[in-house]
């Protein structure tokens, strides 16, 4: 039996935290909002995001952030990606040397175009950084549907400590060494689940959903492996797996906003209805920022930004992306 604690009360917080009490761990749950803890306190119930899924009574809920990070095992970080740096500096007077953190967030940090673990490790660099990504709503896992996960860390004695903790009947846990790769694939997916909503909420069908995913894969790895991420990755669960889930699920808040976007909401108005962070609004700027900074070509990730920020209307956009100058498919292949 390990301890476990998780920073952040969200529903993928509170799923993977009843997965790891399922698992036989002793489990704390903290969030900084108070209504949260009351709720969970008096309900054992995540009422908003996760309803009928109760929590085990043995799930400690706690709102003194000193007690949830002491005598544990792991700190796992699901609080939403903007809120990643200000836990940490939170936390940071009750984090030990070596203290082992799974970030579970996904995206990027918009002014300094870091990944969810680059702030941990900027923020807590005593600490020993690892992040656990894939295809995988919270509906789904708290309710112990099968899903496959990867976890990756800069030592494998990390990342297999981490699979043990998290495997389960139900839950079954890779391991890699690419820690970039995988962040990556998890927050810039976000971006194109964004416009396969868009898509849908503009009627159109499964020709144009399959072209934007196989594209949009596409410039995922080719700003992925430009930072240093592996091909391998990006055609694997954090990658074209997660993007397929994010992209074509109705418990996909991203996707969601898109059909929203597509339907012919405003930005506001479509956050203000999904009632959660939508990451990837958060990540569009980033991933062009990098996109730039990196002069890697992403002209679904540009044509993204230009509807979420700039007014551009849908229809345009794809007009846009349709009309570019013809090219091979891959470069790479030659008669």
């Not at 870091?114 to 702030?119: A, K, N, R």
């Not at 790895?221 to 990755?233: D, I, P, V």
Request: net charge negative.
């Amino acid at each position: 039996m390990k301890n476990v604690s998780f920073l952040g009360a969200g529903s993928w917080g509170t799923a993977l935290a009843i997965l790891c009490a399922g698992n036989g761990h002793k489990v704390t749950i903290w969030s900084k909002i108070q209504s949260e803890i009351d709720m969970l306190r008096e309900n054992r119930e995540h009422v908003d995001r996760l309803p009928g899924v109760k929590l085990p009574d043995s799930i400690v809920i706690e709102d003194d952030l000193e007690k949830a990070c002491t005598g544990q095992d792991i700190l796992v970080w699901s609080v939403a990606s903007p809120y990643v740096r200000s836990t940490a500096q939170l936390a940071k007077p009750y984090i030990k040397e070596g203290q082992i953190i799974v970030n579970v967030g996904k995206g990027i940090e918009e002014g300094t175009l870091m990944t969810l673990c680059e702030v941990l490790a900027d923020e807590l660099p005593m600490a020993d950084p690892a992040v656990l990504s894939g295809p995988s709503h919270a509906e789904e896992v708290s309710r112990a549907m099968p899903t496959t996960v990867v976890v990756g860390a800069k030592s494998k004695k990390t990342a297999m400590f981490v699979q043990d903790v998290f495997m389960g009947n139900n839950f079954r846990v890779y391991t890699s060494p690419d820690m970039m790769g995988i962040e990556l694939g998890g927050s810039l997916k976000n971006v194109i689940a964004l416009a396969a909503g868009i898509l849908d909420g503009m009627g159109l069908g499964d020709n144009t959903k399959a072209a934007l995913m196989t594209r949009g894969i596409l410039e995922i790895s080719r700003l992925g492996m430009e930072l240093g991420g592996k091909m391998e990755t990006f055609f694997g669960l954090s990658g074209i797996g997660d993007l397929i889930v994010t992209c074509t699920s109705s418990h996909s808040r991203n996707h969601n906003c898109g059909y929203l976007l597509g339907r012919g909401k405003t930005l506001e108005e479509a956050k203000n209805e999904i009632r959660q962070v939508v990451e990837g609004v958060n990540c569009a700027k980033a991933a062009m920022a990098l996109a730039n900074k990196h002069h890697v070509t992403m002209p679904i990730v540009e044509q993204i930004n230009a509807i979420l920020f700039e007014d551009k209307s849908a229809d345009q956009a794809m007009k846009e992306l349709l009309d570019r100058d013809k090219v091979s498919e891959y470069k790479s292949l030659t008669w």
